[in-house]
């Protein structure tokens, strides 16, 4: 499915429910928030998104820890999930969903290119992913989006207190 696909979905699901979400990006760079509110009536499900893209601001604006941040750097699956908790938390939303890997074209924090890692937190726990992705910059960015709507997808139809990890 398209991300545009994905996005309508997810807010028709959202609203269905009448739940909220907002979004944390790093390496989408605001990417997952414009897919999302690009669908009309987007503003009765999206509560708003932080673009961290500097790793100070994963810590002082989302609440990441930053030992965390100091041993591990931005890339990694536990500060995805802090970062969903912590714009889940600083929206007041009822989800959270969380983009951080590297783009490219260097490594970043001893991460490969590709690397991705993604978080949505909800009131059934978090959901996780990892991905390893290929084919340039443009083309990471755009599946991260893909893979974290899906992320959201699941997590919005799961019973289960705790996502997959991937």
Known sequence: MSAAGAAEEVLAALVAAGATVAVAESLTGGLLAAELVAVPGASRAFRGSV???????????????????????A?????????????????????????????????????????????????KGVFRSSLLLSQGRATIRRRTVEAALALLGEALRSGNSEGPEG
């Open 51 to 73: 673009t961290a893209y500097a790793t100070e601001l994963k810590g002082s604006v989302l609440g990441v820890d930053p030992d965390l941040l100091a041993a591990k750097g």
């Open 75 to 123: 890339v990694d699956p536990a500060v995805a999930e802090q970062m969903a908790e912590g714009v889940r938390r600083l929206m007041g939303a009822d989800y959270g969903v969380a983009t951080t890997g590297v783009a490219g074209p260097d490594p970043q924090d001893g991460q490969p290119v590709g690397t991705v890692h993604l978080a949505v937190a909800g009131p």
